[in-house]
């Protein structure tokens, strides 16, 4: 996953790389996306093979590690609306890909999460997740726990109504979504559980009026 593990720690243990041997690091491959702009979304290494996402129009390549020069196993390029880049509030990113069960998945800009098979770049699904017409994009990595893949939108600049979803792995179909803000049932929140329990609706009554409606609150990180 992007972030290592699910404490996001991105800590790694290897020992390559030491204070004693950095200087002497020298580049030994070089491949360019031909996109222009942050490349944000680390790279991807899956046993042999190694993915990379660009920044809009968001194309996904995987390289072959066991032979020599890396060569690109496949290319796969999702049709994105450009009309998104007009919304990317800091640059067209994308914060990277997650591997689960056999499947690379990772957010469009447009508002679109894909799976594609990590062996035949094929394409097993493709779910629209976010609205742009509401001021919603998505650039960040996708969270994978268990059998859901976990997305959420940018946008808060322009006052979207920020949330949570989960997909099925499988399928990609919207199985639940969580708001960020307002009545506990749109929250998702349950009694008992959780750390504001004992205040019904805070999401609500610690916002003016209906500003609750347009407080943002997107979950954009990785």
């Not at 976990?150 to 949570?164: A, D, K, L, Q």
């Amino acid at each position: 996953m992007p972030a290592k593990d699910y404490a996001a720690t991105r800590y790694s243990g290897l020992a390559q790389i030491t204070a004693a041997n950095a200087a002497r690091l020298r580049p030994v491959w070089s491949f360019s996306t031909g996109v222009l702009g942050g490349h944000e979304g680390q790279p991807l290494v899956v046993g042999s093979t190694m993915y990379v996402v660009t920044p809009f129009p968001n194309v996904l390549y995987a390289f072959d590690l066991t032979r020599e020069g890396y060569p690109l196993k496949w290319k796969y390029r999702p049709d994105v609306n450009p009309t998104a880049l007009g919304l990317a509030c800091c640059d067209a990113i994308n914060r990277g890909a997650v591997y689960a069960d056999g499947k690379i998945i990772y957010n469009l800009l447009d508002g679109h999460t894909v799976a594609v098979d990590a062996v035949t770049g094929g394409e097993v699904w493709k779910t629209q997740i976010a609205d742009m017409n509401q001021g919603e994009t998505t650039p960040m990595a996708p969270f994978v726990a268990g059998n859901r893949v976990i997305v959420g939108p940018s946008g808060g600049e322009f006052g979207i109504y920020g949330w949570v979803k989960g997909l099925d792995l499988r399928t990609g179909k919207i199985l639940w979504t969580a708001h960020n803000m307002g009545p506990d049932s749109l929250m998702l929140a349950r009694p008992g559980r959780g750390h504001y329990t004992a205040d019904a609706n805070i999401g609500v009554s610690t916002w003016q009026g209906d500003s609750w409606r347009r407080g943002g609150a997107p979950v954009w990180g990785w």
